[in-house]
Nanobody, 125 residues
C-alpha cells in the first residue's frame, strides 16, 4: 500500500506560479512512476506530467510543456509540480498518482494504482 497526500493548491492570477507537492508513504520502494493528473468539472481526467521514480525520466502533456516541471526527492519521498505562467485553462483539481507495477505509458490514468485526494488550483484574475 502507498499513501499519497497532495497539497499546495490555491488561487493565483494568470501568469502566476504555484508549486504542488505530493508526499508518499508506505511501500514507497515499490513505486515505479509518479504522475500528476487534473480534472475540471464535466471533463475527463487529463494527464499533466509524470516522472520515473528511479531513473528520473519526465513526461509532460503538450499543453504544459515548457511551463510545468516535475521533480522528485527520494530523501523525503515527495514529488513536486512547479507550475509557471499559469492560465485560466489550468484551473482544475490536481491529483498525484503512483504506479507500482511499471506502466508502459505513464500518460494513462487507469494504469496507476494509488491516488492522492486532490488539490484545487484556480487561475483567475
Amino acid at each position: 500500500q502507498v499513501q499519497l497526500e497532495d497539497s499546495g493548491g490555491g488561487l493565483v492570477q494568470p501568469g502566476g506560479s504555484l508549486r504542488l507537492s505530493c508526499a508518499a508513504s508506505g511501500r514507497v520502494n515499490g513505486v515505479y512512476t509518479m504522475g500528476w493528473f487534473r480534472q475540471s468539472p464535466g471533463m475527463e481526467r487529463e494527464f499533466v506530467g509524470a516522472v520515473r521514480w528511479t531513473g528520473g525520466t519526465t513526461y509532460y502533456a503538450d499543453s504544459v510543456k515548457g511551463r510545468f516541471s516535475i521533480s522528485r526527492d527520494h530523501t523525503n519521498n515527495t514529488v513536486s509540480l512547479q507550475m509557471n505562467s499559469l492560465k485560466p485553462g489550468d484551473t482544475a483539481i490536481y491529483y498525484c498518482a503512483a504506479d507500482t507495477h511499471w506502466v508502459v505509458n505513464p500518460r494513462v490514468s487507469e494504469d496507476y494504482d494509488y491516488w492522492g485526494q486532490g488539490t484545487q488550483v484556480t487561475v483567475s484574475s
